[in-house]
């Protein structure tokens, strides 16, 4: 694999999502502003963006290979989502909130940045919930109307909320929103470090808060570089114009 300082993130890592592990390692986000070169994130950052290039290509090179996510059909790609990604927000974020509760009531007064994580992650659940149901409900049928459109020769009228783009534009902006909160999460917790006197369930919590922030990358990075660019070139070849 041949990459260079103007490949865009979000492209490379739809091509082989091993390469999201140097984008995490050097703070480069690329799900919710992967549309930017790898040369315009590492100037952003002031990161040399030759380091980033040479991790990258010793990615490429290592043996095995990730998921190829861009070959799957898109009625695929949806039902994944909802199956594994909605749902795990669902479950983990009902599963996370008692332990946070739990964690500010004792340890709340020794670490009072507890409180603000607590807070930020409540609304992220609750945000997140109202979030994926409008995807669920209005975008997804949506997709899956004009996937049986081209399967059977059809043109179909475009949606009352208009192109496809407009939908997937307001979803790209909620996705930034999150990711932007999960980072002051992350800060808040020292990087999901868990201090010395960490009882258990405080060490389990920042860890479920990790794997929570994990999960919503690679969620978002499936719907922003993947899912939404092939939906908007479908919907050019089904709707009538």
């Given at each position: 694999?041949?990459?260079?300082?103007?490949?865009?993130?979000?492209?490379?890592?739809?091509?082989?999502?091993?390469?999201?592990?140097?984008?995490?390692?050097?703070?480069?986000?690329?799900?919710?502003?992967?549309?930017?070169?790898?040369n315009n994130a590492c100037e952003k950052k002031s990161i040399d963006s030759g380091q980033v290039l040479y991790d990258l290509d010793e990615v490429a090179r290592e043996k095995g290979s990730s998921i190829d996510y861009q070959i799957w059909p898109l009625d695929?790609?949806?039902?994944?989502?909802?199956?594994?990604h909605h749902r795990y927000v669902v479950e983990k974020?009902?599963?996370?909130?008692?332990?946070?509760?739990?964690?500010?009531?004792?340890?709340?007064?020794?670490?009072?940045?507890l409180f603000e994580i607590n807070d930020l992650f409540n609304l992220s659940a609750e945000v997140l919930a109202q979030?994926?149901?409008?995807?669920?409900?209005?975008?997804?049928?949506?997709?899956?109307?004009?996937?049986?459109?081209?399967?059977?020769?059809n043109?179909?009228?475009?949606?009352?909320?208009?192109?496809?783009?407009?939908?997937?534009r307001i979803m790209e902006e909620e996705h930034t929103i999150e990711g932007d909160r999960f980072r002051k999460i992350e800060e808040l917790s020292n990087h999901y470090t868990t201090p010395a006197?960490?009882?258990?369930t405080y060490r389990v919590t920042i860890a479920l808060l990790k794997e929570f922030e994990d999960d919503l990358h690679l969620h978002i990075h499936l719907e922003n570089n993947i899912l939404f660019p092939k939906?908007?070139?479908l919907e050019k070849e089904v709707t009538l114009q």
């Open positions: 694999m041949n990459i260079s300082q103007e490949q865009i993130i979000g492209e490379l890592v739809a091509r082989d999502y091993r390469t999201a592990s140097v984008f995490k390692k050097y703070g480069i986000d690329f799900c919710c502003q992967g549309n930017t070169t790898i695929l790609l949806i039902d994944y989502i909802v199956k594994k974020s009902m599963e996370i909130l008692p332990y946070l509760n739990k964690i500010c009531e004792v340890h709340g007064e020794r670490h009072p940045e979030h994926m149901k409008k995807e669920e409900l209005d975008l997804f049928p949506y997709i899956q109307k004009m996937i049986q459109a081209k399967h059977e020769g043109k179909i009228v475009v949606p009352g909320f208009g192109s496809i783009e407009n939908l997937i006197d960490a009882c258990n939906s908007i070139k």
